[in-house]
């Protein structure tokens, strides 16, 4: 995506696990009305992370290395710890008028395909999303249904969120060098605390977009 955001500190405190800026229908038949802040399927990436606790929280962290690249090359992998495949999906709340992210698994790109052959741009279609599954039935499933269609672009909509370096933690191969020994990150470089990654967001974000393309492992879905 060209269009993401920086976060501010302020705001950052929002997509941290639980946050108000989450999307959530939390019981079997919630509705709840959005865009999704996506042209074509191009737009849409997942992300290798790996789950870890930090400071007695669960926290997600980058994963440095590509599926076909020696392991050595993540700490965290070298380590044994399991790679997961998460979609930080951009949706706008349209009752709310606001940009939450909804947090979905390896299977979000199948679930999301045939909108995105309906639906080009999709930004343009207001979808509708139920739950079907009481809450906290693990196999509760999503459906979209299509209520209309109309020209908004996603320049009208407020800017969309970088989930790495505030849901994910973007983490260098020392840092995570680090953790893998000593279970906690060097404070070295952030402004105070192990787990502080307000404070480190904004500088990382100023490097220009191809400077970290080696370390953001996307994958395509
Ligand atoms: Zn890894």
């Keep these: ?62 994963c440095l290395r ?18 997961q495949v998460k979609f930080f999906v951009q949706v706008y709340d349209i009752k709310d008028q606001i940009v939450r992210v909804w947090e979905r698994g390896r299977g979000f790109g199948q679930w999301i395909s045939g909108l995105f052959t309906r639906y080009n741009p999709l930004v343009g279609a207001v979808i509708e999303i139920e739950r079907n599954g009481k809450a906290g039935d693990k196999n509760t499933t999503y459906q979209p249904f299509p209520i209309s269609v109309d020209d908004t672009k996603l320049e009208d909509l407020p800017e969309t969120v970088n989930p790495l370096g505030s849901i994910i933690l973007d983490k260098t191969f020392d840092e995570l060098e680090f953790y893998v020994k000593s279970g906690f990150f060097p404070v070295e470089g952030q402004q105070r605390g192990a787990t502080n990654t307000a404070g480190d967001t904004p500088r990382r974000r100023a490097v220009p977009a191809e400077d970290e393309t080696p370390r953001t492992r996307r994958q395509a879905f």
């Design 1 to 62: 995506m060209t269009n993401m955001a920086q976060i501010g500190m302020n705001e950052v405190e929002n997509y941290g696990s639980g946050g108000s800026n989450f999307f959530a229908l939390k019981n079997d038949k919630d509705v709840a009305q959005v865009r999704f802040m996506y042209d074509t399927s191009a737009d849409l990436s997942g992300y290798a992370l790996h789950e870890i606790e930090v400071d007695g929280k669960r926290r997600y962290v980058n």
């Design 66 to 83: 590509t599926y076909n690249e020696p392991i050595d090359n993540c700490p965290l992998c070298a380590a044994k710890s399991k790679i």
